[in-house]
DNA sequence: TGTTGATCGTAC
DNA sequence: GACGTACGATCAACAT
């Protein structure tokens, strides 16, 4: 039996790095950071780990700084200093790429990388290694040694030996120094002798065996143009000679055990692709996590415990006798699986407990089929379950536990206690994430794969309910669940409390769950036949439009289809194209109101986009999700989607109902008050504008708005220096135009194309602007330059949003850095207040024993339904929580108004 | 048949 | 390229 050689892999790092960003072409983030260098490099690193399994491996980088060679000869100094910008930033993520595979990797002050390559490669050779050198670069031919020492290019996927070296090249490595200093290689600044090729040279060397056997015989070297070249160059010659030596005295003390390749870091991994946006690698990464679990649990075997304990509960006496036990404990999470996302349809199919780590328990409820076995009736596990969930201890954990509250709420459980969130908790830790989803969050904190909801169910025409999910399946997808979530508690614990947002997040977020969860459950109540009848109308006026369209258009064609009605106006019609997107010609309200004159279709299709909108979007899509039982429509609110800290509102939205527009007001006409109750509305207002008063500190608008003055017109009276009783509704509403855009951070094109001004003139606005508001002007500046330093941005209550953008050499996306560290702090500022005064109403209305309600939450509005009786205490109770919120250096004011339906409530 | 990205429009 | 934060309807192209 022969023993097989033990192969080492030995990576040139550096020009890896180099080849692949100028072999892929321009890639980047999310955040714009240029990214094909890495990309390139983890592809070949990958390669090289599955298809070549090394027992041993290094990475090999350039050290910075000069080498021998920079001595030898200033050109190479030149061009070796000069790393693209570009590609400077992704050399540190390579060398954790290759540090987070647990791959070792090497550089040494004063050695390129070549010169480590061929320390090592003999060194590996004389420990009877199979040595194999990564790496495209053709000066590296010298080091090959066969059988000892190959080759390989990834690239190519062509691995050298002696032969292919001297078939390609026409000399045997142990001369390819003599061949290179004849030739030459421009990559690395070698120079050569001029004028000699690949040809010539190889019959130099066929001729003469080496440069020096060469040049012993120069006299004898024909054609005499050549002998001329040689004798010209034969210093450069001999430089070019010892530029492409490799300094072989790299002081080595390494057992060759360093050289095995380490576990791989798997969450650090997967937070790097995640920042980089490498979507594939991250699902192969998963693939590859999956795989081996698969591998190791197959081959465990029965001796091995398995990580997980579950315990299916399917009688009263492990019921009870779980209850007592919980009953003991400071906190436990639960998770309940059930038949519908949405909390107010959702009927329980499953409870999972857990309590320990890697311990979870399963209460099958409402599993169908009768191989579901034994369960428990709802009724008696509600009952059960009530005694630790009603009561303030033990404390409940939870992702998305305002799910779980709603649900609760709904099977007669008020869920009280609720300690902790982890999506609620990963949000505040980086509000900028995509997705606060459990898989997501284990995967970035525990580097854990989780069994994704769709391997249970199913997908597509084969996706079945989680009622018919088998217990067994259900109970260890549920399990994973709870238990997951109770092992993120203590991390993400311990990472608010080093970030400082513990306050924040008790004080705050935390005890806002409830609240929403309330407003979620109560609703809004809907006049449904008021939709309907609007929708009757909407369609109607659709139709008139449609044919009155297709008329002008003597066509008929998809309305809706920005493709089809870009082909009509600008070529059938032959209209001004007057902005183009990414896949054709604009067609948005902008430039249909700018061709309004040119024809008349234009103005009809306006009124059928708008009356598509109201329709579609709101009157049909309202109806859908008026509740069967409550009659109400039910929404979610977001509480860990927003980059600022605002909240959203889904399913439906219920911050975009429209105002503006008469037509559009219908709509909320339709959201009503219950018999002997009023909806009333309390806005803040202007509460952004305080907000920059408040940080700015800037004079006149402190003063404004002591003197409580109107802002805008107080604005325009600055900008034309005139008094504000000389203000035109014009001149206002340039003002008011202006003191947004400030918020927003809106350059002058953006200004000139609001008002329809020229660039110059929003220039001289915006200068103006500043000019008057020197506070503000100082603020902003002082903000930009804090928020760049420290790579983030703060609101009042001590949230912060990361803007790495600010850190960007790209000046696009700089400036769009400077606008998000403009407008996050005050955006999200009042978001942190309002949230509070909810907080605030809430426990207030609750304490007094009223009956009003909190219902609705937009941005800078709370929506109430009240009864008329306790209207006057209500009123000025919701006055005074929410003006005296927060004490800022400007009061904070608030507009109420209240009537039959959110129309009329509007102040 | 379902998924995804682009476009459009509504709100604050 | 040019104004921040969202959600959702529809279309069109593409994957299954």
């Not at 970035?444 to 997908?459: A, F, P, R, W």
């Not at 929708?535 to 309305?559: G, M, Q, T, W």
């Not at 309200?589 to 009809?604: I, Q, W």
């Not at 003055?709 to 009783?725: G, K, Q, S, V, Y």
């Amino acid at each position: 039996m022969t023993e097989e050689k033990k192969s080492f892999y030995l990576i040139d790092g550096s020009s890896y790095i180099y080849r692949a960003f100028y072999a892929i072409g321009r890639l980047s983030n999310a955040k714009g950071m240029p990214t094909q260098a890495i990309y390139g490099f983890a592809q070949m690193l990958l390669k090289v780990i599955r298809e070549r399994k090394p027992d041993y491996i290094c990475v090999v980088f350039d050290a910075p700084g000069p080498n021998f060679r920079h001595e030898m000869y200033e050109a190479y100094k030149a061009t070796r200093q000069k790393m693209p910008e570009d590609l400077i930033v992704q050399v540190p993520y390579i060398k954790n790429l290759v540090r987070f595979h647990g791959i070792p990797q090497m550089e040494m002050l004063g050695y390129e990388a070549d010169d480590l390559i061929a320390t090592l490669a003999h060194w590996g050779r004389d420990q009877g290694l199979e040595v194999v050198i990564v790496s495209g670069d053709k000066d590296l031919h010298q080091l090959i040694e066969s059988p000892f020492i190959r080759q390989w290019d990834t690239q190519k996927d062509r691995v050298f030996t002696e032969d292919e070296v001297k078939e390609k090249f026409g000399v045997e490595p142990r001369r390819m120094g003599d061949y290179l200093a004849l030739v030459g290689d421009s990559s690395d600044n070698v120079p050569g002798v001029k004028g000699v090729g690949d040809k010539t040279a190889q019959k130099l060397l066929q001729q003469w065996e080496t440069l020096d056997g060469l040049y012993a015989h120069l006299e004898e070297v024909s054609p005499p143009s050549v002998r001329k070249k040689l004798q010209e160059n034969r210093e450069l010659a001999y430089l070019s000679r010892q530029l492409v030596s490799f300094k072989e005295d790299v002081p080595l003390s390494r057992e060759i055990d360093s050289f095995v390749a380490g576990e791989p870091m798997k969450s650090e991994l997967f937070k790097l692709y995640e920042e980089l946006d490498f979507k594939n690698l991250l699902e192969t990464l998963r693939q590859s996590w999956e795989d081996f679990q698969e591998v190791s649990s197959n081959t465990a075997g029965e001796g091995t415990e398995s990580l997980r304990r579950d315990k299916i509960i399917r009688d009263e006496k492990d019921l009870f006798r779980l209850m007592e036990e919980i009953k003991a404990l400071d906190c436990f999470s639960i998770d309940l699986e059930t038949t519908s996302r949405d909390p107010m349809r959702a009927e329980l199919v499953g409870v999972a407990l857990s309590h320990a780590d890697h311990h979870a328990c399963y209460i099958p409820l409402n599993h169908s089929g009768k191989e579901a076995g034994n369960q428990l009736s709802e009724k008696v596990v509600l009952k059960a379950l009530a005694s630790v969930l009603s009561g303030e201890k033990p404390g409940k954990v939870g992702q998305n536990i305002k799910y779980e509250w709603v649900v609760f709420k709904r099977h007669g459980i008020d869920l009280k206690g609720i300690v902790f969130d982890t999506m609620v908790a990963s949000y505040l830790l980086d509000p900028g994430k995509h997705s606060h989803s459990l898989d997501r969050i284990a995967a970035e904190h525990l580097g854990e794969n989780m069994i994704s909801y769709q391997e249970v169910t199913g997908k597509g025409k084969s996706q079945i309910g989680f009622a018919e999910v088998s217990v067994d399946v259900a109970a260890e997808y549920a399990c994973e669940d709870a238990e997951t979530t109770w092992r993120l508690v203590p991390i993400l614990k311990r990472k608010l409390k080093e970030e400082g947002f513990e306050d924040l997040y008790v004080s705050l977020e935390l005890p806002l769950i409830e609240v929403l969860a309330r407003m979620e459950y109560q609703g809004i109540l809907v006049d449904v036949q008021r939709l309907e009848t609007l929708s009757v109308d909407f369609e109607k006026a659709l139709d008139r439009e449609a044919a009155i369209i297709y008329d002008l258009a003597k066509e008929e064609f998809n309305i809706q289809s920005p493709k089809q009605l870009a082909y009509i106006l600008f070529e059938k019609l032959g209209l001004r194209v007057v902005k183009k997107t990414k896949t054709g010609p604009s067609t948005d309200v902008n430039v249909l109101e700018e061709l309004a004159g040119e024809h008349p279709v234009v103005e009809h299709i306006l009124n059928y986009r708008t009356l598509a909108k109201l329709k579609g979007t709101y009157a049909d899509s309202l109806i859908k999700l008026v509740h069967p039982e409550t009659g109400r429509i039910h929404t979610s609110y977001n509480q860990t989607v927003t980059a600022t800290g605002r909240l959203s509102s889904s399913d439906p939205n219920l911050q975009n109902i429209p105002i503006r527009t008469e037509e559009g007001r219908k709509i909320r006409e339709a959201f009503v008050a219950p018999p002997g109750h009023v909806l009333l509305s309390a806005d803040y207002s202007q509460i952004e504008l305080r907000i920059l008063a408040h940080y700015s500190r800037d004079e006149h608008l402190v003063e404004a708005f002591h003197a409580g003055a109107d802002i805008h017109r107080r604005t325009a009276a600055e900008m034309f220096n005139i008094p504000p009783h000389e203000v035109t509704p014009e001149m206002r509403r340039q003002a008011k135009t202006i003191n947004f855009g400030i918020i927003y951070g809106m350059g002058a094109f953006g200004l000139a194309r609001r008002l329809g001004i020229s660039n110059k003139l929003a220039k001289a606005s915006i200068d103006r602007y500043f000019d008057r508001y020197r506070g503000v002007k100082r603020y902003i500046e002082r903000l930009i330059e804090e928020t760049r330093q420290r790579g983030y941005c703060e609101t009042l209550l001590g949230r912060r949003r990361s803007i790495p953008e600010l850190q960007s050499r790209n000046y696009t996306l700089r400036q769009q850095g400077e606008r998000l560290a403009i407008n996050t702090p005050i955006q999200g500022t009042a978001a942190d207040l309002i949230k509070k005064a909810m907080i605030d109403i809430h426990g207030a209305l609750e304490k007094s024993g009223f009956k009003a309600k909190m219902l609705l939450q937009v941005h800078d509005e709370l929506v109430f339904e009240v009864p008329m009786k306790e209207l006057d205490v209500v009123r000025n109770l919701i006055r005074e929580k929410m003006e005296n919120v927060w004490e800022l250096r400007v009061p904070l004011k608030v507009d109420m108004g209240w009537g039959e339906n959110w129309t009329l409530a509007h102040p």
